[in-house]
């Protein structure tokens, strides 16, 4: 009866840590179709709008929906409100309830990837948090950004392991041998934070992943020495205009 009752309580066990991690998973892509979801609404009314703007509070993890901006104009410049919460005349005015909940949900679990989009604007003296939008091609942004520096980018290379996303490798064409040409990736810190970001959501959407992520060669190589897995992806990127 003991070893009866050990077996089934392993198997529940290792049942419930299965169910914990897919809800974790659920609930990240969650969190970034909520936030999708928003961006539509507010660029159906508002084409240029770039960032929502909110006052957070740390101590509560609570928000106040300060308004819409778009983008900087020039080095120089601030980012210009588009709309501001006061301005109840302004078509978003008939969003901001909504706005502010869909946000809020967003950002409610402390891991979730919507984290990832919102910065302090360091030009401002308040409590002012930017939500940058995301854009409404996730792939078609990453072959802009790796192209940018690798115009011969046919596909990259991307391991989901390194804090949700993290390009690996850039493919270039194909080698002399009939192999895909690999390179290390070259590009600024900031290019590297914003694709980690993108990659990252394209593992967390199931509907994206699916769409642009395949599996890498069996023979492939890790270039920092890590083992393989199934979170080793390889994205043929998009054309681009």
């Given amino acids: 009866m003991t070893s009866a009752v050990s077996i089934q309580l392993a198997v529940l066990a290792q049942r419930r840590q299965e169910l914990d991690a897919e809800r974790h998973r659920i609930q990240k892509a969650y969190c970034l179709a909520v936030l999708d979801h ?7 009314v508002c084409p240029e709008a770039v960032y929502i703007g909110v006052a957070y509070y740390g101590k509560t993890r609570e928000l106040d929906l300060l308004g819409v901006l778009g983008e900087q104009t020039s080095p120089l410049s601030g980012l210009p409100w588009l709309w501001e919460t006061s301005d109840e005349e302004h078509p978003l005015a008939e969003l901001a309830a909504e706005v502010e909940v869909d946000v809020q949900t967003a950002l ?9 989009t919102v910065r302090r604007d360091s030009a401002s003296d308040g409590n002012l948090w930017l939500v940058e939008l995301p854009p409404p091609d996730r792939a078609v942004r990453i072959a802009e950004l790796v192209r940018g520096h690798h115009p011969q980018a046919i596909a990259i290379v991307v391991d989901g392991r390194s804090g949700g996303g993290r390009v690996i490798e850039v493919i270039e064409g194909v080698a002399e041998d009939g192999t895909d ?39 492939y190589s890790h270039p920092y020495g890590s083992t393989t897995s199934d979170l080793v992806r390889l994205m043929p990127l998009p054309p681009t205009a």
Avoid: M
């Fill in 108 to 116: 409610e679990p402390y891991d979730s990837p919507a984290w990832a």
């Fill in 38 to 44: 928003i961006t539509a609404k507010v660029r159906q």
């Fill in 181 to 219: 040409s690999h390179v290390r990736s070259r590009w600024p810190r900031e290019c590297d934070d914003n694709l980690t970001r993108l990659v990252a959501q394209i593992f967390a959407i199931p509907a994206l992943a699916d769409r642009h992520l395949v599996p890498a060669d069996g023979r």
